[in-house]
């Protein structure tokens, strides 16, 4: 299995604009998870989502954030506008109904000039 | 809820001596507990986790960890540290919900 795929592995983008982030989870998970890593911050639950239904959206900033699963396969992470202070990495995870472990991707690191 | 606190933000080691990343968890439900390790620019990945049974758990890496319930601890170990175990480790607990939550992390630095 590839695991946990994210994309882009960089961004970097201007105040004010819009930008998405995308995750494919390890085929036959169910849950999906999306995080935010800064060093003030350390690891932040943003969202997850069961079965492609959101379930905790509480770790969602602002409204400026907005996240979809319209398939088992896919997600996106948006930011509009994006501004400086949400410069982070951003994380995407997946775990499976039965087990426990969550399988994270390789990041998306983000920068808002 | 749950909480988990790592106390060490950072722990300085040389090659080939032993080492232990201190955590500690706070739950009034059963938990699982979970050590991840983050090297540097990668994303997490899961070294050990304790579900049930053997208190003493095996990872990968020669990495254990040991479940004590009553100090509610779940403290990893390894004998001998190699330059490549430079990283940041993360301990995570799961309650009753769905949610991992994360402690802040413990950087291990081994000099040679």
């Known amino acids: 299995d590839a695991g946990v795929i994210q994309s882009p592995r960089h961004e970097v983008t201007e105040m004010g604009q819009e930008v998405t982030l995308r995750c494919k989870p390890i085929s036959g998970h169910d849950y999906l998870f999306w995080y935010r890593q800064t060093m003030m911050r350390g690891l932040e639950l943003l969202i997850y989502f069961n079965n492609n239904v959101p379930i905790d959206d509480s770790g969602m900033p602002e409204d400026r954030f907005s996240a979809k699963m319209p398939n088992a396969s896919f997600s996106t992470l948006k930011i509009q506008p994006s501004e400086p202070r949400d410069s982070a990495v951003y994380f995407c995870a997946s775990s499976s109904l039965a087990g426990t472990t969550q399988y994270f991707g390789p990041g998306t690191r983000l920068t808002v000039l | 809820a749950q909480s988990v606190t790592q106390l060490d933000s950072q722990v300085p080691v040389f090659e080939e001596a032993p080492v232990e990343l201190r955590c500690n968890y706070s739950s009034s439900v059963s938990v699982y507990l979970f050590w991840y390790v983050q090297y540097p620019n990668q994303g997490l990945q899961l070294l050990l986790k304790?579900?049930?049974?053997?208190?003493l758990v095996k990872g990968i890496n020669g990495f254990e960890a040991e479940f004590n319930k009553s100090q509610t601890s779940f403290h990893l170990r390894k004998p001998s540290v190699h330059i490549s175990d430079t990283a940041e480790y993360f301990c995570a607990v799961k309650g009753n919900t769905d949610k991992l939550i994360f402690g802040t992390g413990t950087r291990l630095q081994v000099f040679p």
């Open positions: 304790y579900l049930s049974g053997s208190t």
